[in-house]
Nanobody
Framework: QVQLVESGGGLVQAGGSLRLSCAAS????????MGWFRQAPGKEREFVAA????????DYADSVKGRFTISRDNARNTMYLRMNNLKPEDTAVYYC????????????????????WGQGTQVTVSS
């Protein structure tokens, strides 16, 4: 089992920044590729960003590319999502997830590939 806890969400004006954190406990964090997903009201959960267990490979949704940066600190069992130039359409509950890694550069955009999920943190961007 891997337990995931997100933090860092909040209310921010358009153009502002936030940094989300995902703290992991349980099994060895570095065995897992990690991802961020989000779900806006009335919409399906969607992929935001992913990072391999080594940190050597990252992937981003087109809607956040160039504005968001995913990173991880395996020594601290923590993953981060730095969000810059936030837009009202970024408003959502953000979830972190863990996926048993297939290789050091493995990442996935598929929700069903992820084995463990956090409870989510709300991000609200006002216009």
């Amino acid at each position: 089992q891997v337990q995931l806890v997100e933090s860092g969400g909040g209310l921010v004006q358009a153009g502002g920044s936030l940094r989300l954190s995902c703290a992991a406990s349980g099994r060895t964090f570095s065995n897992y590729a990690m991802g961020w997903f989000r779900q806006a009201p009335g919409k399906e959960r969607e992929f935001v960003a992913a990072i391999s267990w080594s940190g050597g490979s990252t992937d981003y949704a087109d809607s956040v590319k160039g504005r968001f940066t995913i990173s991880r600190d395996n020594a601290r069992n923590t993953m981060y999502l730095r969000m810059n130039n936030l837009k009202p359409e970024d408003t959502a509950v953000y979830y972190c997830a863990a996926d048993r890694a297939l290789s050091r550069y493995y990442t996935s955009r598929r929700l069903n590939d992820y084995d463990y999920w956090g409870q989510g943190t709300q991000v609200t961007v006002s216009s």
